[in-house]
């Protein structure tokens, strides 16, 4: 009896171990699918050659897996354009994960919107672990429109994701909205977090040892750091917006540390998907 306890003992060890084994991997970020977005297209057809391009072109990289950081649609009540999003995340070779960004929710945090998101996805946070690494996608929107209720109570999950992630090789933070685009000090606008939750996300990512934030929102590119922590917006599968272009991420995750590379939807012309 005890020999067989001690071998379920060790079963159960070498199972937890590789688990949390790392090893090298490469996913995609992507980021404002925004079906309908400037699109005046019949049956939103631009926006759907645009979504298509991609994921034909990160099906072929074969990722480990693939963040979707918001902005999934334009409208979440057309019918059309949820229709279309689904029909090619249906076609991503690989799981996919997704955080809600405030197109996905036009009518407020806890409004229509939200509960049909919550009825399509049965999520707007998550955990899982992949080669040693942890990913972490919490809803921005609640702490953008100051729900303070709904935000106390993704903290307490956040905060007990993060204690469980603390032996990860790395730590990925997913969420729509960018904390910062360039610097820390950067003016509070529509496309960043206010200066207080700055600090307060900040300060529990750097503690928990975070090793990149990833977002989307912005329709540009940006990758900056500060505090040791990567903050990455990835431009758009849409339509772009300044400098912006429909691409995605590539992130490669070695044992030296994290590469992402922003990447042109091949086939695409920029000029003419940018507003």
Sequence with gaps: MKKSLFFLFCLGAALLAGCNRFEPFTFVHMADTQIGFHDTTAHFVHSDSLMKAAVEAVNALNPACVIIAGDL???PANEEQQAIFAARKAEIQAPVWLVPGNHDYMNGYA???RDRYLEQFGY???AFRLNGCTFIGIDSN?????DTEAEAAQWEWLCAELKKASRSKYIFVVLHCPIIRKSIDEKEAYFNFPMDK???YISLFKEAGVTAVLAGHTHQEYDTEYDGIRFITAGPVGNALGHGYPGYNVVKVTRDGIQSEMTHTPGIDPKKCRF
Excluded: L, P, Q
Excluded at 142 to 146: A, D, E, G, R, S
């Design 73 to 75: 649609v334009d409208k």
């Design 111 to 113: 409004g229509e919107d």
């Design 124 to 126: 707007e946070h998550f």
């Design 142 to 146: 609640c702490i953008k429109t100051n």
């Design 198 to 200: 700055r600090e307060k």
